[in-house]
């Protein structure tokens, strides 16, 4: 009687086991963890008032490639 509940149990978890790697093969393929710039930026940008500043400058180049800025 409990041996089916061990083979019930096995079975289910490997096939819970083959989902969560389907899923992160599927993650490794399509680039969900190619975030190379992340660990730099948070060790470039401690303080919230250095993101802040880098923060504009990003919208200050971005309008710049628009032509949209203006001096202030």
Known sequence: MDSWVIAMMLGASL????????????GIKNG????????MNQVQYDDEHELNDA???????????????KPE
């Open 32 to 39: 969900q963890f190619d975030d190379e710039t992340k660990m």
């Open 55 to 69: 923060a504009n400058q990003q919208r200050k180049q971005e309008a710049v490639s628009k032509k949209e800025y």
């Open 15 to 26: 096939f819970l086991g083959g989902i969560a790697l389907a899923a992160f093969l599927w």
